[in-house]
């Protein structure tokens, strides 16, 4: 074609929504969420496991309240052990937002398993499970939470 591109770096970059992270950037960067969203949206698109991707559009989405779009990307993507814990969370109460309380559980459960030091989570997981009514496995949380956030940190 007219524009060949002999640099191979250069396709691959194309072809995993490198650029268009990069152009939603500089929108993020400029305060400008709006314009940022359609640009996130195809490198997510052309690239659902990557994380960073994926972190920035949840940010996006949630500051728009966008939670029936973060709940979607959950269902797209799952989560991984390299998923960002307020990613996570986030992706957690916008499924129980949009109604979705037991997926809300789904989601943490699998990420505590693939984060097991996480606090945060555990107290999420806690408090999805008491608004199922199983207070035993929200009490169980709870005290799993509490004894990762009074723990020293791990080197």
Known sequence: GVWDVADPD???DAQQGVLEY????VYITQGKQKEALPWLKAAFDKNPQEEDVRTRLVDVLISGQAFAQ???LYKRGGVTEHTDERTVLAMAQSLERVGELKNSVRL???AVALQPRSGPLYLALAG?????GDSQKAG?????AKSMMSAPPRT
């Open 10 to 12: 250069a396709v691959k």
């Open 22 to 25: 990069q152009r939603a950037l």
């Open 128 to 132: 999805c499970y008491q608004r199922l």
């Open 108 to 110: 943490l459960e699998s």
């Open 140 to 144: 169980e949380m709870e005290r799993k």
């Open 70 to 72: 973060v709940a979607d």
